[in-house]
C-alpha cells in the first residue's frame, strides 16, 4: 500500500492506495504531524511514501524543496519506511479545477487532499511497469 503527501508548510493533503487512491483527509503540519503520519502508515499498512515534489518549469525543485527534503528523512526515520518524491506541478491548480467542475465548494483542505489524490495517480501510472524502484530517502541506522 501507498501513501502519498502533498507537503505544505501549514497543511498536508494525504491518500492512499495501490491502484485506486483514497483521500485520508489532511493534517496541521506541526510538531506532531509525523507521529500522526506513522500511526496512519501502521493502521493503512503502508509500504512506500510518496511525497510530491514541486518542479518549476525549467526543470530545477522548487523553493520549498529543501523542507520537503528535511521532512522526508525525519519521515523515514520515524516510519523506517523508504520515501519517494514524486515530480509534480500544479496539482493544486488541477485538483482546484476538479473540485469546481463538481460544483463543490472550493476548500484548502479538498484541494490538499485531492491533490496527494492525483500525486499519487501519477506514481503509479508512471512506475506501473517499473521492478526496481529506487527510493530517494531511506531511513537512517540511527
Known sequence: ?????????????????????????????????????????????????????????????????????????RLANKTKIPVYFEPEQFTSVEATRIIQETGEKIEKEKIDELSAILILEQFIQRTVNEENLTPHIFPSEK
Do not use: W
Open 1 to 73: 500500500m501507498y501513501l502519498s503527501i502533498d507537503y505544505g508548510t501549514k497543511v498536508i493533503g494525504l491518500a492512499a492506495g495501490e491502484i485506486i487512491p483514497k483521500g485520508l483527509g489532511t493534517l496541521e503540519n506541526n510538531d506532531k504531524t509525523i507521529e500522526h503520519i506513522a500511526i496512519l502508515c501502521q493502521e493503512h499498512d503502508i509500504g512506500m511514501i510518496i511525497i510530491g515534489m514541486p518542479i518549476r518549469n525549467a526543470g530545477e525543485e522548487g523553493t520549498i524543496s529543501p523542507k520537503i527534503r528535511d521532512f522526508a528523512q
